[in-house]
């Protein structure tokens, strides 16, 4: 079998409309017994949420605002629509940032990024991800044993452990950190340990570089990565055919513009924006922070879901210029009341006696007059409080890498 099941292989067509149905439902249960987005939702109608145009009408929540919603109602911010009773665990990430797992087999969706890795029933994973406050650990063990997989809780540390226990155990399959694993196979190397039962790996959490995914192919290590964030479990995995990484199936991405909730064209970098259809925790147009776009086609492995290109970098550019603030959402606000402006990106850098300055660049339909470089300042003073300057620029000379603000102040 090639895949994980058959919602892999969709007509796109057929997905789309199966996830949308899904959807309507997810927002009219979100409503009813989640009380944030009884608020925050009051104004949608859910029959009317059929595709993505309607969905990104929809308000976005943001990440980087977790730790204040869940402060004013503890511990999941009024987000969740099931009991405590009915968790298994809760965790709290970073931030501080409370998640919940619900009591459902493989309810962080691990097990289909594991067997696009490879992983098949019977067979030991060696879980080296954490299992304490963080929900890395768990991700993992329900994703193998969604599998049949048996599995060792390594966890993290300890390599001269580690070592012995993969020597006495013999585990075909790996999860964790890239980086983790590196140090596992070059400790067994120099303790003369046989590690070499390791074939086949599943990393996340870290970028893997091509150089090190060649360096674990030349110690006979098959490893393919995927993309997963701590308040939904997996977002996108590798498959063997390494184009890109395919979007699971129970969540819908978006790539946006950072700071807002548009959506950019394919191939643009932006924000990741996620819906899950997760129903004991609707995220719902849910901004990670993350940065990545959208490869074009479907994957030749034969899964027929959107592909983005991987972690890309965050979003949050937010900097701050002569002691104040300035945000993504602020410099989209500004080129939102221009329809002129095409493409934009804040350079912040500072003059020859070290005072800060702004320049919005634009990319602009007519290649822009005097008076909109005008009417744009002042927006600019409108909005951010502070004085920038406009520069045009050729249409396509503004990089795709995602950047709304880009702060190239050197401090030496």
Known sequence: ?????????????????????????????????????ARLLAGAEPADVRDRAALARLPVTRKSDFTELQEADLPFGGMTTVAPGELSHVFMS????????????????FGRAMFAAGFRKGELVYN???YHFTPAGFMADLGARALGCPVFPGGTGQTEMQVGAIAA??????????????????????????VSSVCKALVSAEALAPS???????????????YAIG????????SPALEG???????????????????VADGEVGEVLVTSLAPEYPLIRFATGDLSAVLPGASPCGRTNMRIKGWLGRADQTTKVKAMFVKPAQVAEVAQRH??????????????????????????????????????????????????????????????????????????
């Open 1 to 37: 079998m090639e895949h994980y099941d058959q919602l892999e292989t969709r007509n796109p067509e057929r997905r789309q409309r199966e996830q949308f149905a899904a959807v309507q439902k997810q927002i009219a249960n979100a409503r009813r017994k989640a009380p944030y987005f």
């Open 94 to 109: 970073p931030g501080p940032i409370f998640d919940p797992e619900p009591l459902r087999a493989d309810y962080w969706r």
């Open 128 to 130: 080296t991800f954490s």
């Open 169 to 194: 155990l013999k585990p075909r399959c790996y999860v964790g950190t890239p980086s983790f694993l590196k140090i596992i196979l070059e400790k067994g190397e120099q303790s003369r340990a046989d």
């Open 212 to 226: 090190l995914r060649g360096w674990f192919g030349e110690h006979g290590v098959k490893a393919l990565q995927c």
């Open 231 to 238: 308040d939904l479990g997996l977002l996108a995995y590798e």
């Open 245 to 263: 990484m395919i979007v699971d199936e129970d969540v819908i991405v978006e790539i946006v513009r950072p700071g807002t909730g548009e959506p």
């Open 339 to 412: 329809n002129e402006i095409r493409r934009y990106r804040l350079v912040v850098d500072h003059d020859e006696k070290k005072n800060d300055l702004m320049t919005l660049r634009c990319e602009v339909e007519g290649g822009g007059s005097e008076a909109l470089a005008q009417a744009i300042a002042a927006s600019i003073r409108a909005v951010c409080n502070l004085r920038g300057d406009v520069a045009f620029v050729p249409p396509g000379s503004l990089p795709n890498d995602g950047k709304v603000i880009d702060d190239a102040r050197k401090y030496e």
